[in-house]
């Protein structure tokens, strides 16, 4: 299934042993651009249908070595690649380094909001209501296959 992405994450470090979050990239984009309709956020300077953000697009250059700029986003398959970095290397790497369980919430939580409220245990609201979108939308789903 196009968009879905299983992250077996084996956490030694962290007594987080093989957890295995779903991602589904499909639900990301509806939840972040209603489906690539609203593609830039002024407010974060967040761009694509997947919303990365400009700290977002750096780190993964620099992690990558790569030297993608925000036109590249443009590109539904360059935004998915690097959501999905994202999700499976860089939210675990985050969540891992202060000891935080990397939970398929945690890792919502961080592409979200950013590390720093999950890290601090200071969700907003708007974090909250985030993830209980994507798992309404999720459980929808599973009703209609």
Not at 8 to 19: D, E, I, K, Q, R
Not at 52 to 63: S, W
Not at 95 to 112: F, G, Q, R, S
Request: net charge positive.
């Amino acid at each position: 299934m196009r968009g879905l992405i299983i992250l077996a994450l084996w956490m030694v470090g962290t007594g987080v042993t093989n957890v295995c979050a779903q991602i589904d990239l499909d639900i990301i984009s509806q939840i972040e651009s209603s489906g690539g309709k609203q593609i830039y956020n002024r407010r974060s300077g967040a761009y694509s249908e997947m919303q990365i953000t400009p700290i977002c697009l750096r780190d993964y250059n620099q992690v990558k070595k790569k030297s993608l700029r925000r036109g590249d986003l443009r590109d539904q398959k360059i935004a998915r690649r690097i959501a999905k970095w994202y999700f499976e290397e860089r939210a675990v790497e985050l969540l891992k380094a202060n000891k935080i369980k990397a939970t398929k919430e945690n890792i919502l939580a961080v592409y979200n909001g950013g590390h720093r409220r999950v890290i601090e245990g200071n969700l907003a609201k708007e974090n909250i209501d985030y993830i209980r979108k994507y798992k309404r939308i999720e459980n929808r789903r599973k009703y209609i296959k």
